[in-house]
């Protein structure tokens, strides 16, 4: 199995970044996808999550209305498109996929599979 994130970069704020996770390896179809970051010194934090289908999504409430989660099943891939960034959205954001459970469930340990990261830098 494996995720490979792409499309992270330096942006100025109040820009856009669109973020990609292509999966293979796995049945993409079935399982939820999620988006997390990590800064700095600090854990790693939810963002965002999709059902299976695409018709359910989750955001934490620092993203909200700033960011929207997506997927193609056909294409095997996750999106999160980023709009209105702040310096505080600077992290390293990955993606992951369990295969059961509940979007609203945003643990770590709740997610089987990881991608690698992408950074994102906002600069103020």
């Known amino acids: 199995v494996q995720l490979q994130a792409s499309g992270g970069g330096l942006v100025q704020a109040g820009g856009s970044l669109r973020l990609s996770c292509a999966a293979s390896?796995?049945?993409?179809?079935?399982?939820?996808m999620g988006w997390f970051r990590q800064a700095p010194g600090k854990a790693r934090e939810f963002v965002a999550a999709?059902?299976?289908?695409?018709?359910?999504?989750y955001y934490a409430d620092s993203v909200k209305g700033r960011i929207t989660i997506s997927r193609d099943n056909a294409k095997n891939t996750g999106y999160l498109q980023m709009d209105s960034l702040k310096a505080e959205d600077t992290a390293v954001y990955y993606c992951?996929?369990?295969?059961?459970?509940?979007?609203?469930?945003?643990?770590?340990?709740?997610?089987?599979?990881w991608g690698q990261g992408t950074q994102v830098t906002v600069s103020s």
């Open positions: 999709i059902s299976w289908r695409g018709g359910s999504t």
């Open positions: 992951a996929m369990k295969t059961t459970g509940w979007i609203r469930v945003t643990f770590t340990s709740e997610y089987t599979y």
């Open positions: 390896g796995l049945t993409f179809s079935t399982g939820i």
